[in-house]
């Protein structure tokens, strides 16, 4: 079981990738999450399941001290701005913060740049700039209105973390079939069907 934190500025549609991805739903007018909610699904890895439980954070500053005790223990997180707002781009510095304080030291960092039906507003200079600077370990572009690019951010999670679970239980500590850094862009114009039948929600 990895814990998997979702996590950015309210609005930017965290809550709507995790719905699209679990529930297979897309609500248009989602209310703002208030504290965590919880989901858990399944993915295959190697013919191996690799289980998620995905916690989706509040965005609002308010619930900042409410959501903060849930990043202990988590393996990986996913970090979610707004294409078409530049300040939550602006802001995905501070989630990486708030992880290096609070979450495993090793944890696991994917950016989703969401919404990419919309006009783009954070270009993909600014984007490989960030990449450059810090220790994301992947960017993926996804749209949860138009469900593309969202069973691929959740089987490269578990994609990740199995394979770090794999090097860190060999008997040398190493694994070259992973290498963490660098931070690799991956942008999809379609869901992936084999991807997209390799995850069951349990909750």
Request: hydrophobic letters at 35%.
């Amino acid at each position: 079981m990895i814990k998997v934190l979702i996590i950015g500025d309210s609005g930017v549609g965290k809550t709507s990738l995790l719905l699209r991805h679990t529930d297979k739903i897309f609500i248009s007018e989602q209310q703002n999450t208030i504290g965590v909610e919880l989901k858990s699904t399944y993915q295959l890895v190697k013919g191996e399941r690799v289980y998620l439980q995905i916690w989706d954070t509040a965005g609002q500053e308010r619930y900042r001290a409410l959501t903060k005790p849930y990043y202990r223990g988590a393996k990986a997180a996913i970090i979610v701005f707004d294409l078409n707002k530049h300040e939550s781009f602006a802001h995905v510095r501070e989630w990486i913060a708030e992880l290096s304080r609070s979450a495993d030291k090793d944890c696991i960092i994917i950016l989703v740049g969401n919404k990419s039906d919309l006009e783009h507003h954070v270009t993909q200079t600014e984007i490989n700039k960030l990449l450059e600077t810090t220790m994301i370990n992947q960017y993926m572009q996804a749209s949860a209105k138009d469900n593309k690019g969202i069973g691929n951010i959740f089987q490269t999670v578990a994609e990740l973390a199995y394979y770090i679970s794999q090097r860190d239980s060999s008997d040398t500590g190493q694994n070259n079939a992973i290498t963490l850094k660098k931070a690799s862009t991956i942008e999809l114009d379609s869901e992936d069907p084999s991807r997209d039948s390799k995850n069951c929600c349990l909750t």
